[in-house]
C-alpha cells in the first residue's frame, strides 16, 4: 500500500512546479498588497471611483471580445491604448495630485534625513489657543458661519494668496469682526501661522468624498478638502446650527464641545518636533561624551 502511494506521488508530484521563495519576494509582496489596500481604500473616498468602475466595465468588456475573437473591437481597443491612458490621466489629475501631495506628507524620507531641520516651527501661544476657542464658540451661540484654518508643518502659501493679506496677532475680538455678516472680510476662510492671522477670505479646495454627509454645506466640504490636501487643522462653525466641528487628515469630528476642541489645540500645540534618525546619533554621542566626561 505504501508502495502504491509512492508510486502515486512521485508520478505526479514530479510534474508540480514549486518556485524558490525568497525573502525579497514575501517583503515585495507585503509591499504591493499594502499600497493596493491604501490606493483602493482613498479612491473610494472620491469621485475617481465611479470612474474606476466604469475602466472595469470596459476591461470585461474588451475580455468578452477577445473570448469571442471580435477582431474589430479588438483592433479599436489596441489602437485607443494610448488615447485613454492620457485621458486618464487628464480626468484623475485632481485625485493623482492629491495622492502625491499625501504622499509628500509621509515621513518616511524625514525620519532619516530631516529636510526642513533649519525650518522653524511655529507654535501658536496659549493666548492664541483661547481666543481661537473662545471665538468660534462665541459665533456658534449666534449662528455665525465661520471657517478657521490653523497652519502646521505644510506652508499654505498657494490659498494665503487667494485672499486678502493681513498681519495681526490672533484674538477673539479680530475673529469674530472678520466674520461677521455683512463685513468685507467674512466670506471665506482665514489662515493663522503661529500667533498671526496671515490672510483672510480665502478660498479653500472642495472635497469629493462621497461618504459625507448631503447636510454638509459648502463651507464643512472646504473644510474637510484643506485637510485633505494639507496637515492643517481647521474649524468650522456652522451658519445653521451653531455646532463647532474640526476637520484634520480628511475627517470631520462634528458638534464637538469646548472641552474637545481644547485638547486638539492642545495636543497640535505640544506635539514633539520630529527629528531625524542622523540627529538621534548625535544626541546619543552627545550624551555618550558627556558620560565620559564625567
Given at each position: 500500500m505504501e508502495q502504491q502511494?509512492?508510486?502515486?506521488?512521485?508520478?505526479?508530484?514530479?510534474?508540480?512546479?514549486?518556485?524558490?521563495?525568497?525573502?525579497?519576494?514575501?517583503?515585495?509582496?507585503?509591499?504591493?498588497?499594502?499600497?493596493?489596500?491604501?490606493?483602493?481604500?482613498?479612491?473610494?473616498?472620491?469621485?475617481?471611483?465611479?470612474?474606476?468602475?466604469?475602466?472595469?466595465?470596459?476591461?470585461?468588456?474588451?475580455?468578452?471580445?477577445?473570448?469571442f475573437k471580435m477582431h474589430t473591437i479588438l483592433f479599436i481597443a489596441k489602437n485607443s491604448v494610448t488615447v485613454l491612458a492620457t485621458a486618464a490621466i487628464v480626468v484623475f489629475q485632481p485625485e493623482l495630485r492629491r495622492a502625491l501631495e499625501k504622499l509628500g506628507e509621509r515621513k518616511f524620507l524625514s525620519s532619516i534625513v530631516s529636510f526642513e531641520s533649519n525650518r522653524e516651527r511655529v507654535r501658536f501661544s496659549e493666548d492664541?489657543?483661547?481666543?481661537?476657542?473662545?471665538?468660534?464658540?462665541?459665533?456658534?451661540?449666534?449662528?455665525?458661519?465661520?471657517?478657521?484654518?490653523?497652519?502646521?508643518?505644510?506652508?499654505?502659501?498657494?490659498?494665503?494668496?487667494?485672499?486678502?493679506?493681513?498681519?495681526?496677532?490672533?484674538?477673539?475680538?479680530?475673529?469674530?469682526?472678520?466674520?461677521?455678516?455683512?463685513?468685507?472680510?467674512?466670506?471665506?476662510?482665514v489662515i493663522i501661522r503661529g500667533d498671526r492671522i496671515v490672510s483672510a477670505t480665502c478660498y479653500l479646495p472642495l472635497s469629493d468624498n462621497m461618504g459625507l454627509s448631503k447636510d454638509l454645506g459648502t463651507r464643512h466640504r472646504a473644510a474637510v478638502g484643506m485637510s485633505e490636501v494639507s496637515d492643517a487643522f481647521v474649524i468650522v462653525v456652522s451658519e445653521e446650527t451653531g455646532y463647532v466641528s474640526v476637520a484634520q487628515d480628511g475627517v470631520l469630528d462634528r458638534n464637538i464641545s469646548i472641552e474637545e476642541l481644547g485638547e486638539k489645540l492642545f495636543h497640535i500645540q505640544n506635539r514633539k518636533l520630529e527629528t531625524s534618525r542622523f540627529s538621534f546619533l548625535r544626541k546619543g554621542r552627545h550624551s555618550d561624551e558627556e558620560k565620559t566626561d564625567e
Open positions: 502511494i509512492s508510486q502515486i506521488l512521485g508520478k505526479y508530484v514530479t510534474d508540480v512546479y514549486l518556485p524558490r521563495i525568497y525573502l525579497t519576494d514575501i517583503i515585495e509582496v507585503l509591499i504591493l498588497s499594502y499600497l493596493i489596500y491604501h490606493v483602493m481604500i482613498w479612491i473610494k473616498n472620491t469621485k475617481a471611483w465611479m470612474l474606476l468602475k466604469g475602466i472595469i466595465v470596459l476591461a470585461v468588456f474588451i475580455l468578452v471580445a477577445s473570448v492664541t489657543m483661547e481666543s481661537i476657542i473662545d471665538a468660534a464658540f462665541n459665533m456658534g451661540r449666534v449662528k455665525t458661519g465661520a471657517l478657521i484654518v490653523v497652519e502646521q508643518a505644510i506652508r499654505l502659501t498657494e490659498y494665503e494668496s487667494t485672499g486678502i493679506q493681513m498681519d495681526c496677532m490672533v484674538s477673539r475680538q479680530v475673529l469674530m469682526n472678520i466674520f461677521e455678516h455683512n463685513t468685507p472680510l467674512h466670506d471665506g476662510a
